[in-house]
């Protein structure tokens, strides 16, 4: 059995959309797509007249360098968020086939899932918020096409060892695809394990610029699987996902220059993260606060609201995920800048003092 068995016969059997950028180009005069001829103000030698390449070479030699698969390993498209969006148009049939989620985790995987009215399993997590294999396996029906893990989990910042996800990876084969979201891998200490697809026809990895790589305004992610699984996605990607400035600031970013400023800020933001653990862990008013492996904190409060309102009235805003289950006294604060740390810190201490006398 190959893993497009799971996907859906109608998009196996699509022709797919052939743009005039992928029948040809590399010509001198360029009339086949009715571009303009003329540059635009302001353009800086982008060439933004002409519509970009689909993939484009050499962003897809860069990333695939980066995360150690080969081309035709790896579809980029506009932030994981597509990605996501395209595997469960790809794989899920309307109002037959679901998605396995773990809450409380990502919005993003129901939210695509929803749009294509394919049915959201869901398994929560354990107390502690480690995978619970068991129960995710337990209620794999057939009509789950695609499970998803997240690791480092948003919004618990816990991860998933791999050993547990190859656990999963393997009671899965023949069965489901199996998503690992590591969009926050970059600051953990656990390695990621893209490796692994070259084992699992059914392993896809989502990476993504937006995080660790200061991009998430120019909206590039990687899906990283089998080159079966890549050549279904590409087959009903949009036509140019891929804006020309955006693919200049990702090879820019990926740059050798680029990946020592990305290195060094993530070795910035994992020590904060520990100043801030242990800081705010002290901080009357605070329950608790959640080990992480990302570049931000879970922090459970006597009452996250008023914190949350308190902390807005300062200018100061983080992510109210009081709405996910086991977090209903929890806010989410992602890591910043050293001065902005301090500054939350010290506004932290001011509520709690006041709450103190009062
Ligand atoms: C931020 C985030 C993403 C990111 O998505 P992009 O679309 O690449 O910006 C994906 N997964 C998780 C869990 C995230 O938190």
Known sequence: MSVLDLARPDIRNLQPYSSARMEAGGGQIMLNANESAWAPNGDGGLGCNRYPDPQPEALLQSLAALYGVKREQLFVGRGSDEAIDLLVRAFCRAGEDAILIQPPTFGMYAMSARIQNAAVIEVPLAQDFSLDAHALLASVTPAVKLVFLCTPNNPSGKSISRVDIEHVAQALAGRALLVVDEAYVEFSSQASVVDLIDR????????????????????????????EVIALIRRIMPPYPLPLPCVAAALAALSPAGQAAARENVAIVQGERAMLQSALGQLPGVREVLPSDANFLAVRFDDAGAVYQQLQQEGIVVRDIRRYPMLQDALRITVGTPRENARVLAVLNEIMLKKGVA
């Open 200 to 227: 699992y026809e059914h392993l896809a990895v989502l990476r993504t610029l937006s995080k660790a790589w200061a991009l998430a305004g120019a909206r590039i992610g990687s899906l990283l699987a089998s080159p």
